[in-house]
């Protein structure tokens, strides 16, 4: 029987599938094991190999540590709200849940295109996924959770004391009875001290306006990155060179009211989380330098001519005397009030201009120095001297306070800014050694040259300045981090809608029980004529507070609950949420998918706990990441989770390269070079299908003329009778035509040999080069494997009871030993060549001794689980090999306890004898002397002497 990979492969995928091999128990008395991978958009440009690399080893480790005895929870899902489909609906006027469910399950879009879908791609390559607990977010049952997860943290504040988010109602309480003076909350910075006879006499809506500025997620005018083309706000991470990574479209800063999320709040506790999971550094140090930790001092400048004060926070207030300037960010809110009218004109261009940039780009541009004065001054807290103030793009709004206290004679950036535009530059470092004591002396005294802290060593000297600011209430000792409230609402039709509706302008969040809230049917999906989002388009968007039902917008109650409209109906919410919202919670709807309102019991959450290993890009590192830990967080502190961190152990694969394939065309002419000529004539690369090119590097002429009309009517000269193409590494593209399909491979080479191919391609973490031409090397071994079950010209399947010989057995454990290791350490590659070293041994060994083949199966079976299934039937069992103990390594078969001696005659090895590694000088020199061929190669002649070093030769000298 040949090795028929595609019906093996179809047989077990149906074998699988139909008995529920790898769904996950919620009561195993086995210990549990929790393996995800960061899930995938379903794009309608469906997989490609570089896609699988992740989940093949998350496979591979999943099966694993079933055959290791655990109870292993390896589910899989959709991210499938995203701002893609929405683009897709505009341009096509699909609705986005129409083309996600096509792009899903497979199917023909309305251009008559088949798509196979990325569940029919991903059962071909064979993962052992328990699809019975699958998630979409776009499912309304999904994301009622994560409406839910939106109100509980709109009902809850951060309790600085108690180091937790506590609910509203203990802050509500609070307030009623002492006020909130002695209050120590995370919340906002203009929030006003009250007593609890003021709070109690606040209106209804002048409480909620005041708890908007404590709530977990509130409601506040922003600076967002908007994108007119899109119509809608992106995150940091969602802009890529000042444009949208999704399109290339134009970014600005503009001012929007936004709901937001206090993950500020959290941002100490994220930085120590970190020490406590498995994770690579370089991806702690991304978290830790985004969250940006900072020591230092907030310091007040009070404005000349004004009533406001700039506050600045400065990690090294010791350097105030060298302070000689002000620089506020383009969008200060003070920046309108303190402009002087003469400085107007200039100052309104430069925000304008500087709105068309991004914060990234505005952080990365070391080298553009610019900015406008306001013709303002502040006084210096300690000298009274006037401070002129200036805007500048590098300092952003949303870091810090949005403002700095420029020393240009220790800050490089403040020394080139004071230089273009002449600004004096004090020197403060030539200095004298002064007491502590002197130090308010000489804060009061005017100096020239206020040099005086240069004697003081440097904490000490920002302890000091500490003290002394605040002394004369100018300043107090603060720490900051970089990390900002995460804006989290979207302009877009496609994503979670907000569980919120409008009273008087004040938001009113919707009851669990009468979750979710689904997206309603709109005709088109941009933005309305006057600018609002796209739900503003729908006709039935309004909450009925007393059916608790979406109804029609016309029976929205007038302002005042005029008899024109239905009391009681009010607007809901019109953006919706960002992608991050589903994502950052779906680990935990994997632990169980089965309940009939789709909440998770506690018995599962308790059970599963947290992932013990999660596998996906580094991308992720400051968005996804950064938000699941601090939902988690959250849930923990509000006692619906008994964990503090969602990932235990993470690794970052690395990624999969494509070798693109490149035809040189002749500059300025429609003829093509052959690419061994390309040196003689001036050139320029074109992509071409690598699909089209063969192992060689060659393509036919009339396939390529009649890929694209450019090459229609080309001339090409060749090499040999050959057009040859040229190769270069790079990023795996639909635009660089170098996209492998995994369902080719499948097709031409098998799952199995697409897995051991993609694990042998080099580390996991790193990025490799595909090379479709070096996968026959894997397929061949695979071809051995099978034909080492199999005897004679009919291949026959033979396995016999026949006892293992030590070669078999020491062949046997080294590659238990050596994949074992290699698995825990998540050295996949190196495990496929220690395959192909045991296949190679055991047909030389001409083994055939089922102690050996079975055991060997099971090692196999995490790579190339199908013909391992297959073999392990052949072999009489009839439940999957998944069931199967993994093979235990024995040391004694590695231990060698005898030695094959090179027998010497005068040097010269004349045969082998083996003979035991304990055997004495004696013993061996005995043996020897009384072989046969020792008698034969010796005649009548007696040695001079016998020379033997155990365990390396026997030389006899005659």
Not at 489 to 502: A, D, I, K
Not at 628 to 644: A, E, P, Q
Not at 678 to 691: A, L, M
Not at 732 to 757: E, F, H
């Amino acid at each position: 029987m040949k090795y028929h990979f595609n019906e093996i492969e179809a047989k077990w995928q149906k074998y699988w599938a139909d008995n529920g091999t790898f769904h996950a128990s919620n009561t195993s008395d086995k210990p549990k094991y929790y393996v995800l991978d960061m899930f995938p958009y379903p794009s309608g440009a469906g997989l490609h190999v570089g896609h699988p690399l992740g989940y093949i080893a998350s496979d591979v480790y999943a099966r694993y540590k079933r055959l290791k005895g655990f109870n292993v929870l390896h589910p899989q899902g959709y991210d499938s709200f995203g701002l893609p489909a929405e683009q897709y609906a505009i341009q096509t006027g699909q609705h986005p849940a129409t083309t996600t469910k096509v792009n899903i399950e497979g199917g023909v879009d309305n251009q008559g295109n088949v798509i196979a879908g990325y569940r029919n791609q991903l059962d071909k390559i064979g993962f052992s996924f328990d699809w019975s607990r699958e998630v979409r977010t776009s499912d309304p049952a999904y994301y009622k959770w994560t409406q839910w997860i939106f109100t509980e943290l709109y009902n809850a504040w951060y309790n600085n004391d108690s180091n937790k988010a506590e609910g509203i109602d203990t802050l509500v309480s609070a307030f009623a009875k002492a006020g909130n003076e002695s209050i120590n909350a995370v919340c906002d910075d203009d929030v006003t001290i009250f007593t609890a006879d003021e709070w109690n006499a606040y209106t209804d809506k002048e409480q909620q306006t005041i708890l908007l500025k404590y709530r977990l997620t509130y409601l506040a005018e922003t600076e967002v990155n908007w994108c007119p083309a899109l119509g809608t706000v992106l995150a940091n991470d969602e802009i890529v060179n000042g444009v949208s990574e999704r399109g290339g479209h134009p970014v600005v800063r503009k001012k929007m009211t936004q709901w937001s999320m206090r993950i500020s709040a959290y941002a100490e506790r994220l930085i120590q989380g970190l020490d406590t999971i498995d994770w690579s550094e370089s991806i702690k140090e991304t978290q830790r330098n985004w969250i940006g930790k900072s020591v230092g001092a907030m310091v007040s400048f009070q404005l000349k001519d004004h009533a406001e004060k700039i506050d600045v926070f400065t990690t090294r207030p010791d350097t105030i005397f060298g302070v000689s300037f002000m620089t506020l960010a383009p969008e200060h809110e003070l920046v309108e009030k303190i402009t002087t009218p003469e400085q107007k004109e200039a100052v309104e261009a430069y925000i304008e201009a500087t709105s068309k940039r991004s914060e990234r780009e505005r952080m990365a541009d070391v080298k553009t120095i610019s900015g406008v004065f306001t013709g303002a001054y502040a006084e210096h807290p300690f000298t009274k001297e006037p401070v002129p103030v200036w805007i500048g793009d590098y300092v952003l709004a949303g870091y810090g306070t949005g403002a700095v206290m420029a020393v240009p004679c220790g800050d490089q950036r403040d020394y080139d800014f004071a230089k273009k535009f002449d600004i004096p530059i004090p020197n403060v470092f030539e200095g004298i050694d002064i007491s502590e004591e002197a130090f308010a002396d000489k804060a009061a005294t005017v100096i020239a040259n206020s040099d005086f802290l240069n004697g003081l060593k440097y904490k000490k000297a920002v302890k000091l300045a500490i003290y002394e600011l605040e002394k004369i209430g100018a300043g107090t000792g603060k720490t900051n981090y970089r990390l900002r409230d995460a804006v989290f609402s979207r302009q877009r039709y496609w994503g979670e809608p907000f569980p919120v509706y409008y009273v008087d302008g004040m938001p009113q969040m919707i009851a669990l029980e009468h979750l979710p809230v689904e997206l309603p049917a709109i005709e088109k999906y941009l933005p309305t004529e006057d600018g609002a989002p796209p739900l503003g388009r729908a006709d039935v968007w309004s909450w009925d507070t007393k059916t608790n039902t979406v109804v029609s917008n016309d029976l929205i109650s007038p302002s005042g609950g005029d008899v024109q409209g239905t009391e009681g109906v009010y607007p809901l919410e019109l953006n919706t949420m960002p992608g991050w919202a589903g994502s950052s919670w779906y680990f935990i709807k994997y632990m169980d998918n089965t309940t009939e309102d789709g909440s998770v019991p506690k018995e599962a959450l308790d059970y599963w706990g947290n992932v013990d290993l999660y596998i996906g890009g580094s991308e992720h590192g400051t968005g996804h990441l950064l938000y699941s830990r601090f939902w988690t967080k959250f849930l923990h502190d509000r006692g619906y989770l008994g964990i503090d961190e969602p990932f235990q152990k993470m690794i970052n694969q690395g990624m999969i390269l494509g070798t693109s394939a490149i035809a040189y065309r002749i500059s300025g002419t429609n003829t093509y070079v052959s690419a061994g000529l390309k040196n003689q004539h001036e050139t320029e690369g074109i992509h071409i299908d690598v699909n089209m090119v063969n192992a060689s590097d060659e393509i036919d002429i009339e396939t390529l003329k009649n890929w694209q009309p450019q090459f229609k009517n080309a001339e090409f000269i060749l090499e040999e009778d050959k057009f040859v193409v040229g190769r270069e590494v790079e990023k795996m593209s639909k635009r660089w035509y170098n996209v492998v399909n995994p369902d080719d491979i499948c097709n031409q080479y098998g799952a199995d040999t697409l897995r051991m191919y993609e694990m042998f391609l080099g580390p996991l973490e790193q990025a490799k080069p595909w090379n479709t031409a070096g996968i026959t090397g894997v397929h061949n071994f695979l071809k051995k494997l099978w034909r080492l079950y199999h005897s004679g010209a009919e291949e026959a399947f033979h396995a016999t009871d026949t006892a293992p010989t030590k070669d078999n057995l020491k062949t046997l454990h080294k590659t238990i030993k050596k994949v074992e290791e290699d698995i825990e350490n998540f050295s996949f590659n190196t495990s496929v060549s220690t395959f192909m070293i045991a296949g190679n041994e055991l047909a030389t060994q001409k083994c055939t001794s089922r102690a050996i083949l079975e055991p060997l199966l099971i090692l196999i079976a995490p790579y190339a689980p199908h013909i391992a299934e297959e073999l392990w039937n052949k072999l009489g069992h009839t439940e999957s090999i998944s069931e199967a103990p993994f093979p235990i390594f024995e040391e004694k078969h590695l231990v060698e306890s005898s030695k094959n001696y090179p027998i010497s005659f005068n040097g010269k090895m004349k045969f082998t004898l083996e003979l035991p590694l304990d055997y004495t000088k004696d013993q061996i020199e005995e043996v020897v002397m009384a072989h046969e061929k020792t008698k034969q190669y010796l005649g009548d002649r007696t040695p001079k002497k016998v020379i033997i070093v155990p365990g390396k030769i026997v030389n006899i000298v005659g």
